[in-house]
Structure formats: structure tokens, C-alpha cells
């Protein structure tokens, strides 16, 4: 039986660890060869690659900080470069500073990074991507309900970079649409990850109780289930799409 994505070139952004780690399997499982990249762990990166080709495809690992502005068209070019082409795009890399803007030792620094990866990273990667991506190619970005619902405080900065990849994103699948490259965005919900580590005993008792109508954390391959799916040939008339993944906290 042939697999959704065979013999397509994925690239998941961050697919060293959490959620990237399950996206990279999932696309892998359809049949896609996968490149992935990782800022720091060179070790896990490698264990993730390994897991990858014994499912009888392709995989590769590219060191690359998207908060660099150099490195998300570096990552590309050496993706292509590796696979001879890429076909799918899954912007996962982000990071959670969680910070009040009444907080006077706020680490300023650390926030404006939280916008060059989570925002600008994106929309360069997106930019590199879109030079290459073939007719039919796919873009998903993986972003956050919080952009349009603030449950709870400290996180004014990151749900305004997860508000920005959604207005580029809807504005770059107008662009594209031309050539049928579809970009959407995945709202992911609340996962047990690392980066909701800092939100456990404040926010997810107020979420779980409060907000979603399935009362309990998403799991990472139903995140990564909906964005097989937006990758995929079925999903070839769906573009500039919010795909809400998070347990109708949206409802």
C-alpha cells in the first residue's frame, strides 16, 4: 500500500526532542525522508536520526539556531543540498520565556530572542523554503491558541509571536498559492513537554479545568497527526488555515 508521503523530503525544525521528535516519526512513517534541525544535543539529534532510517527512509540532522538570521537559509540550502530537493516544511522550533510586563528584573534579552526565534526564525525559514518548494509543496508552522486567548498571565510576548506567524502565515499562503503550496498553522494545545515545564503547577490547573472540553493534556501524536494530514495530498485545497489541535480549548 503507498504511503501518504513517499519519497517526499520533510524538514521539522527543532525535531530533536518533544513534539519534533513525534513529527519527524509521523512524517516518516508516511513514507517522507526527514531532515530535522537541533541548536545544542548533536547526541539526541543523532538518536533521532537513527530511529528514523530503520523505518526505511532517508534522514539527516543539521545543527542550526533560528534565532541566527543566517541560519534558517543555511538549513535549507543544506537540506536541499543532502536530499536534492525539499517538498514539506514544518516550522516547529520555539521557545517559552514566561514573563510579566509588570516584572522589573524581566530578562529582556531572553525575550527579544523568544521573538527572533518564534517569529522572525519563521518567517525566515519560510522565505528560504518558499524559493525551492515545489508545485504542490506544503508549509505547516506549529503555533499556540494563546495568540488569540491569554488564559493566564506572563506570556504576553510569546503569544504575540505566536500571533505573528498566523498573520505572515495566512499572507504567505495568498502568496504562494500560484504555484498550490499550501501554508497553514497547527494550534497546538497543552502537551506534556519541556517547554510547558515552567506553566505546570501555575497555568494547567486552570486550563484543564477551565478551558478545555477534553479535559486533559494533548498527546504528541495527535499533534502530529493533524499536521501529516495538512502535509498531505488530501489537504491540497485547504491553505491559510488556524487547524486548532487543542482539546476545543477555542470553543
Same mark, same amino acid.
Given at each position: 500500500m503507498t504511503k501518504k508521503l513517499e519519497g517526499k523530503v520533510a524538514l521539522v525544525t527543532g525535531g530533536s526532542r518533544g513534539l519534533g521528535v513525534e513529527?519527524? &516519526? *509521523?512524517l516518516a512513517? %508516511?513514507?517522507? @525522508? !526527514?531532515?530535522i534541525?537541533? !541548536?545544542?544535543?548533536e547526541e539526541k539529534a543523532a538518536a533521532v536520526v537513527r530511529e528514523i532510517e530503520r523505518k526505511g527512509v532517508r534522514a539527516a540532522a543539521f545543527q542550526a539556531d533560528q534565532g541566527e538570521p543566517e541560519a534558517p537559509q543555511r538549513l535549507v540550502d543544506a537540506v536541499v543540498q543532502r536530499f536534492g530537493k525539499l517538498d514539506i516544511l514544518v @516550522?516547529? *522550533?520555539? !521557545?517559552?520565556?514566561p514573563s510579566r510586563l509588570d516584572d522589573i528584573n524581566a530578562d529582556i534579552a *531572553?525575550? %527579544? &530572542?523568544?521573538w527572533q526565534v518564534n517569529a522572525l526564525g519563521v518567517v525566515r525559514t519560510i522565505r528560504a523554503a518558499a524559493k525551492v518548494l515545489p508545485k504542490g509543496g506544503r508549509i505547516v508552522t506549529i503555533g499556540s491558541g494563546v495568540w488569540h486567548r491569554a488564559a493566564f498571565p506572563g506570556i504576553a510576548d510569546y503569544a504575540g509571536t505566536k500571533g505573528a506567524i498566523v498573520s505572515y502565515s495566512k499572507a504567505a499562503a495568498r502568496d504562494l498559492a500560484p504555484r498550490e503550496i499550501t501554508v497553514n498553522v497547527v494550534d497546538a494545545g497543552l502537551m506534556d513537554t519541556d517547554m510547558a515545564a515552567p506553566y505546570r503547577d501555575t497555568a494547567w490547573p486552570l486550563i484543564l479545568n477551565n478551558l478545555l472540553s477534553i479535559q486533559r493534556s494533548g498527546r504528541l501524536e495527535e499533534i502530529a497527526a493533524a499536521v501529516v494530514f495538512l502535509a498531505s495530498p488530501g489537504a491540497s485545497y485547504i491553505t491559510g488555515a488556524v487547524v486548532p489541535a487543542d482539546g476545543g480549548a477555542g470553543a
Open positions: 513529527l519527524a &516519526r *509521523a512513517d %508516511e513514507g517522507a @525522508n !526527514v531532515a534541525s537541533y !541548536v545544542a544535543s @516550522n516547529n *522550533a520555539a !521557545v517559552s520565556i *531572553a525575550l %527579544e &530572542r523568544q
